[in-house]
């Protein structure tokens, strides 16, 4: 199994405790005084060029933000942040928008080379396999027919604050797409940006929901125009370089009337002591007859061995399946940062419309995860599925809480929830906090949940058969998370096996 | 050719520190089927575990040379790549690896180790399923996680298929008749004895004599109470289901 000795080789490259993308870039970066105050808010309207607006919208979150506290309910535990002293706003200089490739800072392309994201447009992502390539596992069902389609992917570059630059534009123009910076969005699609920002996630939503309503910096915004399958994988690379710089980013995807649009994520970020806030919004709004499939792979710092550094992910992720027979599906991988507090949700709006929710949360070291999704019922005859994968290693916690909740007019509605964790060691804990709300007789909701252990007898009879430890947990744990692999992007499947084995070395001592 | 000296082996995290071997002497020269028959609790099922290296097991003294070499150090992927394999009498299911990526990722692993060149995969396609067609398991048994809701008989066919994919030099066989019907131990000793070879050693360990009908082998060993207590040619085995192991279980006290 190629994916397996890959990972093995990957594991095999690096030291134990080594994360691969912890590099730091040396940039000159233009920055906002430290702090937060309405005139930061102001600076970073003013930086952008916004409309008036939008600065009064943001400011209207700020003072929103101001009155909120913040929330202490998740599992979580980590020493309260500091608000003051955070940068809110870096760019590397010179950079007031994205621009074509040429004109971008050749150290930040680099960069984003170094992490095996080439941002050329007669090249495909780094790791993705060329047509005619062996798939990575022979017997995926998904191999044959992806083969074709894997090529090539729009990426917007964003770095710290702002985005660097965004491939394929042109050719995407064509299909009528708009995939662009958010801030270009504002000043190219004023129209479109006002309709629907806040109209999933609104300012006073929840406390870092509201922090990045006022500060959010940059981002990706998409509109896929009716009956659109949009040609090619969208993506964003988003990479934090500044030292106690928030990230703060804002991401809008709109798929008009009978569309269709797949968009991935990635992140990563330097390796730092000190830890380091990233708190995003995410709007997803599928029309009539529409479908968004929304995949991530985050793999933040996660801290070192010791559980200094790494960063704070509070992300609040929303889609509105708007019209009938709408569907959307977040797919997110989690291996990276040292807290994770992310509920991607649906909220189940239009008549037959469908949300889907496919997690992989893996925890090492002394990472925490408090993950999961909310599946809110409001349609008739709506229908939701929830898997969920939590591998805990190390000292790690990892939670799963989700809600499933059908209203009162929400007739016909059911979901299906699948919850297993798998504990490495005897040092981590695992936790599932389901809330299931039904105000509806005719509802259906299945939850199933399981917890285990790969024992030392799993473990033996892989390494008797001539596998290492660590090839047999990479393999052990490909297997419990196969389920969920299979809704990733076939190009990003193979990447997805190695970083499973990389974020769980020296998981068993 | 297996030599195992003087083998004390207990629990290693028993604080009583109970042994369970207590001083195994035994050779299996290349090219022999040995059969080691014992009542219940006489240390087969430990023997199979210390020659395959489980760290459960400790061992205070003595020592096992494989072709002279001693393997006591060795990790169990070291000595699967060495050539040791054990058919386990509760082989475990995998969930979600697919039977033939598990196949596949064990033994490009012990090539790897031997220095063998990797298969490709037309190769090991061809390779696995003129094995598995001779053992009686299906393709669709081969794309199914590996021994998930799999019968005890399918389950010990596959160990047999593992052992002949894997191409081991010493093979270790633990109870791989309990629990099977007639038919399935016929199958499954079938496979074995087709790998018999001069070039391959094998140690079947069972209750009843029943295997050794099939599995014909060169000699039979009686392990009772942690020791050998005595050992003979295939007639030993036929001895043994008439007088049972009263004699032994009482002696060694």
Known sequence: MAAVKETIEQVKAIDVDKYKYGFETDIESEKAPRGLNEDTVRFISDKKGEPAWMLEWRLDAYRRWRALKEPTWAKLHYPKIDFENLYYYSAPKGTSGPKSLDEVDPEILKTYAKLGIPLKEQEILAGVRKTGEPSPSDDSPLADGYASMAGRVAVDAVFDSVSVVTTFKKELAKAGVIFCSISEALREHPELVKKYLGSVVPQSDNYYAALNSAVFSDGSFVYIPPGVRCPMELSTYFRINEKDTGQFERTL?????????SYLEGCTAPMRDENQLHAAVVELVALED????????????????DGKGGIYNFVTKRGDCRGDNSKISWTQVETGSAITWKYPSCILRGDNSRGEFYSIAISNGYQQVDSGTKMIHLGRNTTSRIISKGIAAGKSQNTYRGLVSAHRKATGARNFTNCDSLLIGDKCGAHTVPYLEARNSSAQFEHEATTSKISDNMLFYCTQRGLSQEEAIALVVNGFVRDV?????????????????????GSVG | MLEIKNLHARIADDENGTEILKGINLIVPTGEIHAIMGPNGSGKSTLAYVLAGRD??????????????????????ERAAKGVFLAFQYPMEIPGVATMTFLRAALNSVRKKRGQKEMTTPEFLKFVRAKAAELGVSDDMLKRPLNVGFSGGEKKRMEILQMAVLEPTLCVLDETDSGLDIDAIRIVSEGATKLRSPDRAMLVITHYQRLLNYIVPDKVHVLAKGVIQKTGGKELAMELEKSGYAEFTGKAA
């Open chain 2, 56 to 77: 459960d097991y400790e061992v205070t003294s003595g020592d096992i040379l494989w072709n002279g070499e001693s393997i006591l150090e060795m990790s169990p992927d």
């Open chain 1, 290 to 305: 529409a479908e968004i499939k929304y995949s991530t792979v985050q793999n933040w710092y996660p801290g070192d061995k």
């Open chain 1, 253 to 261: 995807i709109i798929a008009d009337k009978g569309s269709y649009v």
């Open chain 1, 485 to 505: 692999l299979q809704h990733l992007p076939m190009e990003f499947m193979a990447e997805t096996q190695k970083l499973i084995g990389i974020s769980l070395e």
